[in-house]
């Protein structure tokens, strides 16, 4: 985490249904460089404790459940050499101790961390697979020529191209890997990644940021044959990825320039309250760009439950006018060497009002 992140962020917590929204004091405990590798975010008034783990701090309303769920995924990211063992302290000072009971002591070090290979399947494949130059199987030769023309990362970028943002901030929720964030960042003074998966966002940081270490080689099936694949992005240092809940993001209001949410709300519950979030920590006139399958879930809020569609969308979100639809694009996922999924997308453009 870049420690100009700290002035954009708020507490997450929400007490009695209300969202604390006050400003964080940060604890570094290791740092390399420029960048905040361990440390604590403390809430100035509810006095939440929100840890950063290698680069990536974690801010959640259900802190503590979290890191309790997730307790077999993080440790493997904690680090190994630490003799002082800092980072076992730093979690438990979050996570209550009974949730060690069975991991205590040392045995949190055992498993190696961030290893120099990983491999190359479905979402990496969709986000990193060009630059690897991935050979795909020959039955899908015309669908990719069609997807080639007519796609959504095509439509963002034909959309930023019109921007101005050499001074602005943007944001991609559900980022994932991380591509999207990566054209953002390409595009403005500083980008934010946003996702739920720690595992996903330790991969993209050290993708393009080359945190905590550098990740640049990729196994990838092709012909039937496992191959050792090599990309070699440059660092960008206009980034950081935050883990935080896409419908109550950690964020000032009227922050953004830019907000993308790609295929967050066909897939996610709480939609409405997305795309509200997406509204509030917009600028004035700032845009945001959204894609989902129609009817792929129910566009649910308080209120009641309705079909997931652009109509729908429009009259749910006040604070957004959306003036341009592009229907019909195709979204393909590749799972594997020879398994694919093909999806129907729309896409969205809109604008906020200049009243809220």
């Known amino acids: 985490m870049k420690l100009q992140t700290l002035s954009d962020l708020i507490c997450p ?3 009695n249904g209300k969202k ?17 590798l361990y440390g604590l975010l403390i809430c100035t008034k509810c006095r939440t404790k929100y840890p ?48 060690f009971q069975e991991n205590q002591g040392t ?28 050979t795909h199987a020959p039955f899908m030769k015309d669908i990719l020529k069609l997807h080639k023309k007519k796609n959504a990362y095509t439509i963002i970028k034909n959309w930023l191209e019109e921007k101005k943002l050499k001074d602005k901030k943007t944001i991609d929720v559900g980022c994932s890997f991380g591509r999207l964030t990566l054209l953002l960042a390409k595009k403005c003074s500083f980008s934010y990644g946003v996702d739920i998966s720690f595992t996903d966002l330790l991969t993209a940081s050290r993708i393009i940021k080359h945190v905590p270490n550098k990740l640049s080689r990729f196994k990838v099936k092709e012909s039937g044959k496992s191959k050792t694949k090599t990309t070699n992005i440059i660092k960008s240092n206009n980034l950081d990825f935050i883990l935080a809940s896409a419908d109550n993001l950690p964020f000032k209001d009227n922050l953004f320039e830019v907000s993308i949410n790609s295929n967050i709300v066909d897939i996610a519950s709480k939609n409405v309250n997305i795309l509200k979030e997406a509204g509030r920590t917009l600028e004035k006139k700032g845009e945001l760009f959204v894609s989902f399958v129609p009817f792929f879930r129910r566009l649910e809020s308080e209120k009641k439950d309705k079909a997931l569609t652009s109509s729908n969308i429009k009259k749910a979100i006040k604070s957004i006018t959306f003036y341009k639809e592009f229907k019909h694009i195709p979204f393909i996922m590749r799972n594997s060497e020879n398994f694919y999924n093909l999806y129907n997308n729309c896409c969205m453009l809109g604008r906020k009002k200049t009243n809220n």
């Open 107 to 134: 045995k949190i070090f055992d498993l190696p961390s961030t290893p120099k290979t990983t491999k190359f399947e479905g979402y990496k494949l969709l986000h990193y697979g060009d630059m690897l130059k991935t």
């Open 20 to 36: 604390c929204h006050k400003i964080l004091d940060l604890h570094i405990t290791k740092e390399k460089k420029d960048e905040i």
């Open 13 to 15: 917590k929400i007490h």
């Open 52 to 99: 950063i783990i290698q680069g990536i701090p974690i801010l959640l309303s259900d802190i503590g459940k979290y890191l309790k769920d997730n307790f077999a995924i993080i440790k493997k990211s904690l680090n190994p050499k630490r003799k002082d063992n800092e980072d076992l302290f730093l979690y438990m000072s979050v996570v209550k101790r009974s949730a």
